[in-house]
């Protein structure tokens, strides 16, 4: 019983994989030196600093309505449930929207293309790990797909497609 399926082991090392490269991707955003390739304007400044704050803000009340189904990893915790209440509400996602919103804010403001790659990156593996998360989520909540028709997956009243939930 102690031992993982093949299936089970290959989705806990995909899972630990989004996880690293996430980390990774969020310290090369932090941590590269600001750039001189541009600089923003005083207005567009307050703009990104604001994101930046707004995006700090939904990732921490995403991590507080997330509550006992809080997990590093993009798979489902055996105790969770289903939330759809609060920041689920509006987004399936708000963890990585806000994280996103984060380091959009910090590029903008950074003037570094490295910083800026690395922030594209960081929203593609959003992309696909929010993706990868939502296969297993329909499989752990019958719900699930029903909730992903009605609710974008990063950003509020963004309509949803065919693309965001498939069958």
Avoid: C
């Avoid at 001189?36 to 921490?60: F, H, K, M, N, Q």
């Avoid at 699930?144 to 009243?157: E, H, S």
Wanted: net charge positive; aromatic share 8%; no cysteine.
């Amino acid at each position: 019983m102690g031992l993982l399926s093949a299936d089970n082991l290959r989705d806990t090392l995909v899972a630990w994989l989004f996880v690293v490269v996430q980390f990774a991707l969020l310290v090369v955003i932090v941590l590269l030196p600001a750039g001189d390739t541009w600089v923003s304007p005083a207005g567009l400044d307050l703009v990104a600093r604001l994101l930046a704050y707004i995006g700090l803000a939904v990732l921490v009340i995403g991590l507080v309505n997330l509550g006992r189904s809080l997990t590093p990893l993009p798979s489902p915790v055996p105790h969770g449930e289903l939330r759809t209440g609060g920041l689920y509400r509006l987004v399936r996602h708000p963890i990585y929207t806000g994280i996103m919103a984060l380091a959009v804010g910090v590029t903008i403001r950074s003037g570094s293309p490295a910083v800026a790659a690395a922030t594209v990156a960081l929203i593609a593996l959003f992309t696909a790990k929010a993706r990868w998360e939502e296969a297993r989520l329909r499989v752990r909540y019958p719900g699930y797909a029903a909730y992903a028709a009605r609710v974008p997956r990063f950003v509020p009243f963004w309509p949803t497609g065919q693309a965001d939930h498939p069958a």
